[in-house]
């Protein structure tokens, strides 16, 4: 199952290195995220991001938090809760690009509608 996922995800890895944005991310891979971060990150922290049984990830609860430890967070999760490390599956780019997201209010699909 993870070697699928693992083939997929280098797949999808490879077509992205095709039209590459300024900050490094095609515009494909960024959908990827986006979409990763409603469904993936959603289950756990709401489809808004609002919270669940994660907290929520809005910019108002972000606040005072530092970029690194959001970062730290999100690439090794928190042992002994629910929040996995995603390091595995995400680059260190990938991980730079969804924190700067949720910092900017920009996380939830729904957000900016
Ligand atoms: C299986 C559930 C689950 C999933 C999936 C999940 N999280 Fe979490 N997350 C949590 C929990 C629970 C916490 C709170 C951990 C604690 O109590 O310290 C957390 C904490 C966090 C924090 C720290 C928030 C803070 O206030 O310090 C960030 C940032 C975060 N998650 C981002 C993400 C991102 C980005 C994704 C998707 C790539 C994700 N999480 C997916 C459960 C999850």
Same mark, same amino acid.
């Given at each position: 199952m993870w070697?699928?996922?693992? *083939?997929?995800m280098l797949s999808a890895l490879s077509l992205s290195s095709v039209g590459v944005a300024a900050d #490094?991310?095609?515009?494909e891979r960024q959908v990827e995220l986006r979409s990763l971060l409603q469904q993936d990150c959603g289950s756990c922290h709401g489809l808004t991001l609002k919270g669940g049984l994660g907290p929520s990830l809005?910019? *108002?609860a972000l606040a005072g938090?530092?970029?690194?430890?959001?970062?730290?967070?999100?690439?090794? #999760?928190?042992?002994?809760?629910?929040?996995?490390p995603w390091r595995p599956i995400l680059s260190e780019q990938e991980i730079d690009w969804l924190v700067d997201r949720l910092l900017?209010?920009?996380?939830?699909?729904h957000s900016t509608e």
């Open positions: 070697r699928m996922i693992a *083939a997929c #490094g991310l095609s515009a809005l910019p *108002a938090k530092s970029r690194e430890s959001l970062l730290e967070t999100v690439r090794n #999760g928190r042992p002994g809760t629910a929040m996995p900017a209010g920009d996380g939830a699909l």
